[in-house]
Structure formats: C-alpha cells, structure tokens
C-alpha cells in the first residue's frame, strides 16, 4: 500500500501537478493581496481562512503516505472535516447594507413615545453592538398540562348554549305533551322529560343534540319482559315486551293493544304512529312562531327527529318512547332488519350515576377523562361511533381494577384508556360494565373497527395527535 501511494505521488509530480498548484498559490497571494482592498477586513479575514483549509486538502492529497502509520489516511480526513467545520463557524461579514435601509433604526425602541412626552436625555439609546437578551426558549408541555390545557380551552360549550338548548327543548316538549293528551287522550303518555349528556354535565364543543323521553305507562299484571337472547334474535341488548293473561283479560283491555303485533308490544308501530303525527298533525309554524324559532320535523329518518333553528342555536331533538319495567330502561329504538317488536336496553341512566357516584368518593377526574374522549372521538371522524356508552363502560371497567383516579393522575389513565381500548378492539368485545353478555361493539362494522384500531394504535405513543 506505501509504495502505492509514492507510486501515486511520483506519477502527480511527473503530470505537472506541482507546476497547477504553484500557480494556485500563486493566485490565492494575489487574491489575499488585494482582499482587503475590495472586500474589507471582515471579508479578507474569511478568505483567508477559507484559502488555508483548501491549501491544506491539496497538500494532504498529494503529499505520499507515512509508511510506519497505518492511521495516516483517518488522520487526514478527520484534519480535513475539522478544516471545513472551520470554514462554516466563521462568521459571515455583514451584508453591504442598501440605501433605503439606512434610514430605518437598527434597534426598534422598547415602547413608542406617547404624543408630547419628552424622552429623558439620561436614557441613551443601547449601542449598535450590544447584544440583544435572548428569548426564553418555549417550554414542553407534559401530556398531563396539555391534557387540561385542552380540557379547559377547547371543550366548553358557549354559555348561551347551555342556557338556551334546555329551554327550547322544556318549551318544545310542553307543547307535543299538550297535543299528546289532546290528540291520544286514551293513551297513558307519561310526562315528557328532556335528557342528554348537556344536563348531566358531560356535553363538549357544542350543544347541538339533546333527547325528548316520552314515558309509556304499561299496566305490570297485562304485560311481561322477554329477554332478547331467549328469542330468535338472540341479542341480549333487546327485550320484548309480551302482553299475558289474554284467556282472563282479552286484547282491549290495555290501551296499547292497538300496538300490539303477534302478542308483543311492537316498537315500530308505536315509532310510525308517532311519526305520522309529528310530520302531519302537529302545527310547528304555529309553535315556532310562538317560541322565536323554526321548528320542521325530520321526514325521511326512521327516528323521531325534529330540527330547531333559532337566531343563536341549531338544534336537534330525537324524541324516545321508553318502558320502565323490572328496573329496565327500554328504548323503541328496534335495529334494522324484519325484527320490529324489539326494545332497546339503556344504560345511560345508570352509567352517569355510576361515575358520578365513584367520582364523589375519591374526588377522581372520571368525568374529566370522559369528557376529552367524548371530544376526541366527536371530532374525529374514524372515532364518532366509539364515543358515549363505549367510553363510559370502558372507564367503569378501569374502576374496578383500583386505578389511581386523582388529577395528577389524569394523563395516566388517559394513556390506560387508550391502550385498553386498542386490546378490546383487536378482540372485537367490549362487554358491558352491567351486563358482560352484552358486546358493545356489536353494532360495528368490521372496517370500523379495523380504522378505529388502527387511529389509536398510532396514538399510544403519541397521545397529543388526538388533541390537535
């Protein structure tokens, strides 16, 4: 390898090479001569050094090898690289300033002079050579302050909101409970009531959705559960409710006979009824002309759905007929299919007072937590169908196992929440809290879950992208 490279340096010598880099030199001493003519101290200082560094790469490529040091050729790259970082940390000469530049202030002034104010001759400008104090450099956020930085700026729902829906909603419902007992007075309607997760506190970005319940009084000795798994359905999720006792108490001795489809109280009877009168009996001009709003029922939509328009809300209100029987909570709200005698078991009732109930015991931030995921998955779109019951059970669940749920823990359990809900997406079960044979995902469509699975699974290691 030695007699290599002195077989290399011979043949540079014997091409000339020596005679290109004495001119070289030869040039650089006439650009170094008249550098401080033409670009000043500060510039000549550069070239200076620049010329130095291309001097010493030049002298090192063709200077022949030490034979006894292997490490020479490191040595000479790791000279050089240290030659060229000496180049780029010069500092650069000032640009040559323009004409119309001078007549601007180097240095703004730290408050402007108020009209008439003198300013006090002591006070003498800083020079143009002081340094400037250097800002402070931003500071991280922990996943904990971004956490409630977010919770307390992005989530609230405006004030007039808050206080308008509810009413609207009271005012509204007053009127259809009036047509109700005018239109069906032999129908034993309940007194209808406004619920949502506005009035219990769990509502984020906007008040735009809130429910009407309208209670159906069954007579308990003409009418029984039947648990949706011991039917054809096999869906633990739905009831139906059977009318009994026929051979003592005939069809007609309950008013809500008239619904009544094989035996069973049907949902869907009741839910077409209803709608048949929301859209052509009832006078909503009439009502929202009183209320200071526009009121239109929602026609093509197989739920009970009115959409409120005021000055300062949109609004939509879905009305529910519910059973309570058997300490059950039954919504006609029957899946699709040709099953239409199916009721749907709430738990909602029963979820907020659960975390509510736990949250008061150990001044936990379930609510908090709940709230930033409801937020999460309404603003994303993969996530929509994830938020509400899903959440809320999951969080139950995380109850059980003793989790720390005080506030300086809130980034912890969001981050478990996270991951819990990844490990049950990939097993496609999410039991409910009150009652395990209940799959709560059972309503998703495989490609939901796949999306949903995957926007999550980002986000474990990531949890500030589902903040943005």
């Known amino acids: 390898m030695a007699a290599f490279w002195q077989q290399r340096g011979r043949r540079q010598d014997s091409g000339g090479l020596g005679s290109v880099i004495d001119g070289l030199g030869s040039v650089f001493d006439v650009l170094l001569a008249n550098a401080r003519l033409v670009l000043g101290v500060s510039g000549a200082a550069v070239l200076a050094i620049a010329t130095l560094a291309v001097k010493r790469l030049i002298d090192r490529a063709t200077s022949p090898r030490d034979e006894g040091d292997p490490k020479a050729e490191q040595k000479t790259l790791e000279e050089?690289?240290?030659?060229?970082?000496?180049?780029?940390?010069?500092?650069?000469?000032?640009?040559?300033?323009?004409?119309?530049?001078?007549?601007?202030?180097?240095?703004?002034?730290?408050?402007?002079?108020?009209?008439?104010?003198?300013?006090?001759?002591?006070?003498?400008?800083?020079?143009?050579?002081?340094?400037?104090?250097?800002?402070?450099?931003?500071?991280?956020?922990?996943l904990q302050e971004k956490l409630l930085s977010h919770y307390s700026s992005r989530l609230a729902v405006p004030e007039i909101q808050v206080s308008l829906v509810p009413q609207l909603a009271r005012s509204i419902s007053i009127q259809l409970q009036n047509f109700l007992r005018s239109k069906c007075p032999e129908l034993p309607f309940g007194r209808l009531f406004v619920s949502g997760v506005l009035l219990d506190g769990l509502e984020v970005l906007a008040a735009d959705h809130i429910h009407l319940m309208l209670p159906v009084v069954l007579d308990t000795g003409l009418w029984s559960l039947i648990p949706g798994e011991d039917t054809v359905v096999r869906n633990p999720q739905y009831w139906m409710i059977k009318r009994i006792d026929l051979g003592y108490f005939p069809r007609g001795c309950s008013p809500w006979d008239r619904f009544m489809v094989g035996g069973y109280l049907s949902s869907n009877v009741l839910s077409e009824t209803l709608h048949k009168m929301l859209v052509g009996s009832i006078n909503w001009p009439a009502i929202g002309g009183l209320l200071g709003c526009v009121i239109y029922p929602v026609v093509a939509s197989r739920e009970l759905k009115l959409e409120v328009k005021h000055d300062q809300v949109e609004l939509s209100i879905t009305l529910f007929p519910m059973v309570e029987m058997e300490d059950k909570v039954l919504l006609a709200v029957p899946p699709e299919g040709l099953v239409e005698n199916l009721w749907l078991e709430s738990f909602y009732r029963a979820e907020v007072s659960k975390v509510k109930e736990l949250d008061a015991a150990d001044s936990g931030v379930r609510q908090r937590c709940l709230r930033i995921l409801n937020g999460v998955c309404r603003s994303h779109p993969s996530l929509h169908k994830l938020g509400g019951s899903p959440v809320t059970h999951l969080i139950l669940h995380l109850s059980d196992t003793g989790s720390d749920w005080a506030e300086e823990s809130l980034a912890d359990r969001f981050q478990q929440v996270l991951e819990e809900l990844v490990a049950y997406l990939e097993k496609g079960v999410l039991p409910s809290y009150f009652n395990p044979k209940i799959n709560l995902f059972s309503e998703l469509l495989e490609e939901e879950i796949d999306e949903m699975g995957f926007v999550l699974y980002r986000a474990m290691s990531e949890p500030e992208l589902l903040l943005e």
């Open 80 to 142: 050089s690289w240290q030659d060229l970082a000496l180049i780029k940390t010069t500092p650069k000469s000032p640009k040559k300033q323009k004409r119309e530049d001078l007549s601007e202030p180097l240095l703004s002034p730290a408050r402007p002079l108020v009209p008439g104010e003198v300013q006090d001759p002591r006070v003498s400008p800083a020079p143009l050579g002081a340094p400037r104090a250097k800002s402070s450099p931003l500071r991280c956020l922990t």
